[in-house]
């Protein structure tokens, strides 16, 4: 079968709407990872955005709380972020399973208390919500390590949730560097 000069001219003018099509898709999701979710959110955390904090601490999510404070970074094509929220909560009733998860602080293993300070450092970066770090490893919070991920022992990932008894706050802070 003998393909007409006619048919291959348009074959060829097929292929080439095709590519720069393909073209177009690459350049437009390359662009959408680069810049797409680079921006941050100061204050815009909703209930449903920190129910997650509360499963995770093995608290009610069916309770009076307010989120006083919120920050969300933008995510780079790695993941690399850093947010944190405060929640005023009316009760800290810890489920059963989420008991031993809990501890008293300051914390005293090396690798979770210097992923504490980083995370609290950066966060105090973006807002004076998070108490300092004297405070938050201290006698005076509860603390909980749900994810530390380190590397040369040094944590380059973390999420950690802390809970004044006395203001009745929780703080959650969470980073990928």
Known sequence: MRISPKNMKWARIGLE????????????????????????????????????????????????????SSFESGRTFT????????IELSKFDVAGWAKDEWHDGPETNTLLSDALQ??????????ASIPPIEKSNSSAMKIMFPQVVARN?????????LY??????LYYVSFKT
């Not at 921006?39 to 709380?65: C, H, M, T």
């Not at 980083?118 to 807002?127: F, N, P, S």
């Not at 040094?154 to 949730?161: E, S, V």
């Open 79 to 86: 993941g690399d972020h850093l947010d944190y929220y405060c």
């Open 118 to 127: 980083l995370a609290v450092d950066d966060a105090r970066e973006h807002g």
């Open 17 to 68: 709407v095709l590519g720069a099509i393909f073209l177009l898709g690459v350049m437009g999701f390359g662009a959408w990872m680069l810049w797409g979710n680079s921006s941050n959110k100061f204050n815009k955390a909703s209930r449903k955005d920190v129910q997650f904090i509360l499963n995770w601490g093995g608290l009610s999510p069916n309770q009076e709380y307010k989120i006083i």
């Open 153 to 161: 022992r040094q944590a380059t990932a973390a999420d950690i949730i």
């Open 164 to 169: 004044d008894p006395d203001k009745k706050m």
